[in-house]
């Protein structure tokens, strides 16, 4: 039998980490004893456990001790992370540590540094002298990346026990919900976030446009809710179509489905928005008065546009390289303390990837699966509200205004 | 302030019983204080908290303590349960105690008793000195029923620790799940079941048949597998259609669905069933020759038809009146150690409200909604599995042979 | 080679009959030559097809014709419709005619007559002399039964080709409809529905309550919109549930969410009204004083609580045997000449079932099955809705306001 | 009052053609009388109609008849189709022609020339003498662009009468379908698109992998059921990931869900083989050596991997650029006779746009939401299965073994 002894700080049991700790002690075959227990006396104070663990192989202790480091463990035998350089451009040495979402800290020369631009499956590269987080496919050849093993530690987002929607309604993702409570919740976290100068994103799909959601999206960004929107080309053609072609054409708002040639429309759309420039241009030179990249523009908020291979067009704002529009992503969501996720699987699912775990997410779908998703992913102060993104937006408007 | 001590045993950690305690004495405007906590130190041994909780008003504080002691706290302030007559037959005294589905015990005449018939949103009665779970309908004029306040606890069920699929994937819903993992563990699972000479329960709806799983589960009846099976008419109806229809007519089968006219067969099915005086005797009488409900009959396995506002015919096996139909479904979930919810929302939520908490549990469904909607109402030892039903049985029973 | 002539008349192209006569015909292994067809020059006027039916054994050519007859075919062989009697209560001759949800003629003494009572899956039993649609469950020992063959002949619905949005919009099962429109269309029907003096029905799930649409429904209620609401138990408990604990308790509300022991709510709810004799009784006496259960009885809507075994309980008002309360469904549907599905599957199949085609029906619900369901039944007036039902209540009722 | 005759000709009412034309000129504001009607007298002779059609003003009747030649309809004045030069890279001339996914035809120098590379949302693009489908985004400067009117004829599909399961099943998306006879049928249609010498194209999600399919689908790939695979860079890294790694680590594999860490694994599979230089390359290299993957390099079947904004990676062989991609797709489904798309709903809707409506395809999925968006599309040709894709290819190699 080999043993070891890890300690964790924090608070353990609001955050489940001690029990996943024991679970996965005992799924990997392992043994545990806790020497140790001292729970935080009151809401404020971190708990502290010291536990012993034991293996019949030391293969097996490493790779439990590998895994409860995910979960914050530290260990007694301390040291320096290892580095190996890069094989090649996205070419990682095979023993790469890959991140979590949780925040993390990376032992060299003696002192514990946290990592930069933290998000999940990415390699820890060190550039000038800091760990940063890095995408395999941005790791250039010869860059330092750190391995598996000593001198690594994660802080795991700890839920929040005070009275916000995220302490208590996290991670229940049911239709059956109070959406009145949900939403007023959400309302009150944006005000929060405000304050304390976090950015709020927004994550768009073109549902938001069916079901006449907008509307009131268009009013949240002139008012200020919004910093910064995040979607693709479907979105903004929607959105672009229904402000250019209204008032002219209409068949589509007046019948209330797609006529046949209807898909002119949304060609026309993107061909009058493309001809006057980009977004931008359409809105300065009056081809665009109105919709929720109008107002995006107007109040000079930024917005990224990925591409996809389902793409219409494309609008010629739509980032057509997934490695480009991934970084744009990312450049966009520094900052932020809180997101938005509207109705849209690809882009939801692309920006819960990009999220550090400490930044509070309200997703927004029809179904459960959506919301089911994000949540085994690891995502703590995440809610997932089953209703219609037209529905959940009107209300935060009029709870927001 | 006002403040009194609590102490909880068991697994704490595990069962996220701690957790609770602390959400819930902060969301109720509450204050706590660890005075003591002693955790298991291996796996087996249970942890011990006493915890000071602390309010501004005393109704604040008896609010908390209310659902601390719905977490299995007890307190100092020992004393008997109190009883109030019902005031009519279903007419409950205000104060009544609603159970949950945990384990719990009365105190009469100093002595903790175990309530018999453990299941949830019941009325707790004694009837021969014993308290009962009652349904509140069933409460008759007169009869004592427990009222909220002392001598009252409930054993939360913990989460189990052990190398079962109810341990790992416990409350893990999701369509990207390893079905292959989970099925294969709950194949395990019905062996142990077996072992303990506990029942193994299955809960069918109609998408069996549709699916083609009826072949599969037919087989697992045959093989012995199945100690009860709880449906409704249109599972029975679809499943005698197949066994009586197929041969002669059997448009159905070779287009594959519905012809106009063809609602004539299941019509057909029940009336013919129902002439014969029975499914038991439409097996006897030779009209029925295949099938899961003759294999039920052949085997002897009890089967319970609860009737709903959309059946058609209905067989005369079928119980028209709910209460007569929920007090059959409790009859037949005695001893039951393992439930298999097969693709039927209606019975399995009503099969749900009826089972203890300890009850290992496998719900199969084509979306979220329903396993999320279990997994809600705090039923630990449950999976949730995202498939077709026909696709699960059939790999179930290949486990099993 | 056998053959024989038959003929429709009606909207033949509008509503799919002639195609679903050639896929019928060769799908059965036949072959059709078309002798006339004469169609109808402008909007209004009817067409009119004669089609010669080949088979090579005589058994398929029946086959044939009566799959064509509950299309509507007439045969030239004209001949009064057979009956048999009843062999026991609830028990059919064998050959029995199973009826559509279409408007159905028989033949009796040389004269057609209009069945009464259309649904489907019924037999057609001679009472006092004329033919009624009734369950199997109610057809009593004895009672002529109406056999396949000569004599019966079905009006399939013709699909509107005004500019409603049961014309444009119908079987367009999606969540990418506009839903504005849809809504806007759907208040304009009910506008034309209370013109002509038809009654509309509501069918209300739990979920109103939970998104909160109770309150629009309530409004549409005093309002006058609302002719009569099936629903079930549960429906009516989370309504009076609101209406008597929000001031008091209101712990749910709070918070957002089930607390522990928060099902006393609901049982105590259920026994307040259960005390007081029932909703009606516990209206008239100030135990209840809103929601829509209280406007239902303030504006004297009649209301049909259907059971389940699912339910809590149950009020005193709930129908707890499945029989008894098909047929209040039954009467209650009476005069209908529309149907909001307010997210509710059992109730919303279960009076699917019992309706004529020709009743406009709107289906809400979450997720695309249940409209799909509804529409695989035939039913051509109907548009199914995938979005929140709160939201569709709220615009709906700012639609009517 | 304006008028003017069209003429239709065609399988019009198997194909809902003449019903969709009366439906658009009413919803339009026009009306319409049939002057001449001759409907195919049997299976395989085509229908003739003619239709004068009117309306109040001339704007009213040039949209109406706009609409009519979507669905195929030709008037008496004949002439060349119009064009007008690009305005520049990806603009097109306002009065764009866009297309359909139907047939298409283009009347230029008095003869009428089939479009190439058919389907829709295109523009109508003059390459070296012939009609081309041209995305938007990819025309160029100055070349001739066909604009709306004259000219420009569709043939809709027509709805197979023959026995197939296309031809009976089509459009019916439902949960309750009998799968048995809808795979058999899929079965039943790849042995004939073998014949006919058309290509069978598969696109598949990742959840092929999670539910186990992959073992199937591998087997359809050695067996030469599949001609080329189209997918993205989720699918193919969650294959080679099972491929490389069940032996070595299998952690995932043994436990049935995602452990801390356990992203690596993918991350780790992406490295091996990038670093082998490419799919094709790993298996050569034996870096792989077994796989959907594996199958299909041996097996030299042509695959496609589009990238998308959730990518972690990507693999060297996953196009990251989206136009790139979409032209990739196109050349890879030319000659395709069938589809089958295997619950990835972005992988699907891109191919849906990119098929011509006469494909036949088969859409497995485990909700209704992607076939219902598949239908609204008008692809004719189509079953969609509500069922899990493992449980379809296992059914359906075992139909082709």
Redesign the interface.
């Known amino acids: 039998m080999v043993h070891e002894t890890v300690v964790f700080e924090g608070h353990l049991?609001?955050s489940?980490i001690?029990?996943?700790v024991?679970?996965?002690v005992?799924?990997e075959g392992g043994?545990?004893?806790?020497?140790e227990?001292?729970?935080?006396?009151?809401?404020d104070l971190p708990s502290f456990?010291s536990v012993v663990v034991k293996a019949a192989e030391p293969q097996t202790l490493d790779?439990i001790l590998?895994?409860l480091?995910?979960?914050g463990a530290s260990t007694a035998t301390l040291g320096d992370a290892r580095f190996a350089p890069a094989?090649?451009d996205?070419?990682?040495p095979?023993e790469?540590y890959?991140t979590?979402n949780f925040d993390t800290f990376v032992r060299t020369g003696g002192a514990w540094v946290a990592a930069r631009d933290q998000k999940?499956?990415c390699?820890l590269v060190l550039r000038g002298g800091a760990p940063h987080c890095v995408?395999?496919?941005q790791v250039r050849n010869g860059e330092p990346v750190a391995l598996?093993g000593a001198g690594i530690r994660v802080r795991p987002p700890e839920?929040s026990?005070?009275?916000s929607?995220f302490?208590?309604?996290s991670n229940?993702?049911?239709?059956?919900?109070?959406?009145?409570?949900?939403i007023r919740?959400t309302a009150r976290e944006m005000k929060k976030t405000r304050e304390t100068g976090e950015r709020i994103v927004v994550v768009a799909g073109p549902?938001v446009v069916?079901?006449?959601g907008d509307v009131a999206l268009g009013r949240l960004v002139r008012d200020g809710w919004v910093d910064v929107i995040l979607t693709?080309n479907a979105f903004a053609t929607h959105d672009l179509e229904k402000a250019i072609l209204k008032t002219s054409l209409g068949?589509?708002?007046?019948?209330?489905?797609?006529?046949?040639?209807g898909?002119?429309h949304?060609?026309?759309a993107?061909?009058?928005v493309?001809?006057a420039g980009g977004i931008r241009e359409a809105v300065e030179k009056g081809v665009v008065t109105s919709g929720v990249m109008f107002d995006a523009v107007r109040k000079g908020i930024p917005f990224v546009l990925?591409?996809?291979?389902?793409?219409?067009?494309?609008l010629k704002d739509t980032i057509?390289?997934?490695?480009a529009?991934?970084k744009a992503?990312v450049e966009a969501l520094r900052g932020a303390g809180m997101c938005l996720m509207l109705a849209s699987?690809?882009?939801s699912?692309?920006v819960g990837?990009l999220l550090p775990a400490r930044v509070r997410t309200v997703c927004v779908d029809?179904?459960?699966?959506v919301p089911?998703?994000l949540s085994?992913r690891g995502t703590l102060q995440a809610i997932g509200l089953?209703?219609?993104v037209?529905?959940f937006l009107?209300r935060l408007e009029a709870e927001l205004r």
């Open positions: 049991i609001d489940d001690l029990k996943k024991f679970d996965r005992v799924e043994e545990f004893e806790v020497q227990f001292r729970v935080g006396r009151t809401n456990a790779r590998e895994a480091a995910y979960l094989e090649g996205g070419i990682l095979d790469f890959s979590t999940m499956d390699a995408k395999q496919g598996r839920r026990r005070e009275q929607v302490g208590f309604m229940d993702i049911s239709a059956e919900i109070n959406k009145t409570i949900a919740g549902a069916h079901s006449g693709g068949v589509c708002q007046m019948s209330g489905r797609g006529v046949e040639g898909s002119r949304h060609l026309y993107i061909n009058a493309n001809r990925a591409g996809s291979i389902r793409d219409d067009g494309p057509t390289d997934m490695i529009a991934q992503y699987a690809l882009h699912i692309a990837n029809m179904t459960e699966s089911v998703k085994n089953v209703t219609d037209g529905f009107e």
